[in-house]
Nanobody, 122 residues
Framework: QVQLVESGGGLVQAGGSLRLSCAASGRTFSNYNMGWSRQAPGKEREFVAGISWSGGLRNYADSVKGRFTISRDNAKNTVYLQMNSLKPEDTAVYYC???????????????WGQGTQVTVSS
């Protein structure tokens, strides 16, 4: 088991930036691929970004490419999502996730955090 706790969400104006953090504990952090997903009201949860155990391989949803950057610091057991040029359609609850290496960096994931709300105003 791995426990994930997200932080950094909040209210931001369109065009602004936020950095989400996800602190992990439990099993060895580097043994997991990490990712971020989001769910907007009335929408299905969607994949946002994933990162391999070493940080060398990253994948992004088309909707966030060029704007969001996922990174990880294994020494700190933390994964980040830097969100720039935010748009109102980015408004959602953002969830951190961890998955076994065999699952791939885009999931499916095995463990989930509680989520953090990101609201982007016009």
């Amino acid at each position: 088991q791995v426990q994930l706790v997200e932080s950094g969400g909040g209210l931001v104006q369109a065009g602004g930036s936020l950095r989400l953090s996800c602190a992990a504990s439990g099993r060895t952090f580097s043994n997991y691929n990490m990712g971020w997903s989001r769910q907007a009201p009335g929408k299905e949860r969607e994949f946002v970004a994933g990162i391999s155990w070493s940080g060398g391989l990253r994948n992004y949803a088309d909707s966030v490419k060029g704007r969001f950057t996922i990174s990880r610091d294994n020494a700190k057991n933390t994964v980040y999502l830097q969100m720039n040029s935010l748009k109102p359609e980015d408004t959602a609850v953002y969830y951190c996730a961890a998955g076994a290496l065999v699952r791939g960096i885009s999931g499916p994931y095995d463990y989930w955090g509680q989520g953090t709300q990101v609201t982007v105003s016009s």
